[in-house]
C-alpha cells in the first residue's frame, strides 16, 4: 500500500515534539507533481493529513461505533457527512499528483453505502445536490461498476430523488433508470449547462458547451460558492469539473480543445483501469 497507509490514515507511534512541529513528508510525495497550478503536492498532503486526524477523532470512531451497533437510523443521519471522504479525498489525491489506481475505487466502494444510506428528498433540496452530483460524477471517472449505479437508481426511486442532471448522469452509467424533467436549481447557470449538455444533439454541440462552461462558467463565485478562492484558505483541495470531466468521458466527447484548461481532470477522464 505504500503511501496511501499515509493518506488513509494509517495508526503512527507517539512522536516528540519536534517531530509534531516538523511533519515528515514522504520521498514519494516530494517526488510528485502536482496537477494544481496554485499549490505544490507538499501542501495538499499536509492538508489531507490535518482532515484525517480530524475524521479519526470523530467521525470515523461514531462510524465504527455504529457500525458495530447496527444503528442504521444513526449512519443515515451520519451518512451526508461520511460520504462526503469520496471527494474529498480524491480531490486531494489528484490534486498531489498521485497516480491514480484501483485503491481509488475500492475507497470509492467503502464509501458509497454512506451515500446510499443518506439519500433522501428532502436532503436534496438541503445541501445534498453537490454532493450528489461530485459523487455521481467521481464514480463515472472511477470506472465504477454499473451494478453501483444500479444500487444508486433503487435509492432514488425509492426516496423520489429526482433532478434531471442527477438522474442524467446516473442513465448515463444505468440505463433503465428514469430520467425527470424537473432541475432542482434551475436558475444555477452551471446546472442549465449541464442540462445543455445532457440535452445536446450531437458531439460538436456538447463539445462547445463544455468548453464554454470550463472557461466563462465554473470559476464563479455563484458556481463554488464557499470554494470561491479557496487557494487563499489552509484548506484547498483544488478546483475540479468533476461533472463536465464525467459527462465528456461516459458521452465520448473529444476533449483536444480544452484539455489544457486549468479546471478539467484530463488524467481522470482519460484513466482507463479498473474495468
Known amino acids: 500500500m505504500g503511501i496511501f497507509n499515509n493518506l488513509f490514515g494509517s495508526k503512527k507511534q507517539p512522536q516528540s515534539e519536534k517531530e509534531n512541529r516538523e511533519e515528515e513528508v514522504p520521498d514519494e510525495v516530494k517526488r510528485l507533481k ?9 501542501f495538499f498532503y499536509k492538508t489531507l493529513n490535518k482532515i484525517i486526524k480530524n475524521r479519526e477523532s470523530v467521525a470515523y470512531k461514531l462510524r465504527d461505533q455504529y457500525i458495530q451497533e447496527n444503528n442504521l437510523v444513526a449512519l443515515k443521519n451520519f451518512g451526508n457527512n461520511i460520504s462526503s471522504d469520496i471527494y474529498t479525498y480524491v480531490s486531494y489525491w489528484y490534486s498531489m499528483g498521485q497516480p491514480i489506481n484501483e485503491n481509488w475505487q475500492n475507497f470509492y466502494l467503502t ?22 452530483s461530485k459523487i455521481l460524477a467521481i464514480g463515472i471517472l472511477l470506472n465504477i461498476d454499473r451494478a453501483e449505479f444500479k444500487k444508486i437508481s433503487e435509492r432514488y426511486v425509492e426516496e423520489g430523488y429526482e433532478d434531471f442532471v442527477l438522474d442524467g448522469l446516473v442513465h ?8 425527470s ?28 458547451i463544455v ?62 483501469g479498473g474495468n
Not at 111 to 132: D, E, M, P, R, V
Not at 172 to 179: A, E, G, T, V
Not at 181 to 208: G, H, M, R, V, W
Open 34 to 42: 502536482s496537477r494544481d497550478g496554485n499549490k505544490d503536492s507538499i
Open 181 to 208: 424533467d424537473t432541475l432542482q436549481f434551475p436558475n444555477e447557470i452551471y446546472i442549465q449547462k449541464l442540462s445543455a449538455i445532457l440535452k445536446s444533439t450531437s458531439k460538436q454541440e456538447a463539445e462547445a
Open 211 to 272: 468548453k464554454d462552461t470550463l472557461e466563462n462558467h465554473f470559476y464563479t463565485r455563484e458556481n463554488l460558492q464557499a470554494a470561491y478562492e479557496s487557494h487563499k484558505t489552509e484548506f484547498y483541495s483544488g478546483y475540479w469539473a468533476w461533472e463536465l470531466a464525467a459527462l465528456v468521458k461516459v458521452m465520448g466527447l473529444d476533449d483536444s480543445s480544452f484539455k489544457d484548461n486549468p479546471y478539467y481532470p484530463y488524467d481522470m477522464v482519460h484513466w482507463t
Open 172 to 179: 448515463l452509467k444505468y440505463h433503465p433508470h428514469p430520467i
Open 111 to 132: 464509501n458509497l453505502k454512506f451515500y446510499l444510506l443518506a439519500i433522501n428528498k428532502q436532503t436534496l433540496l438541503n445541501g445534498l445536490y453537490t454532493h450528489s
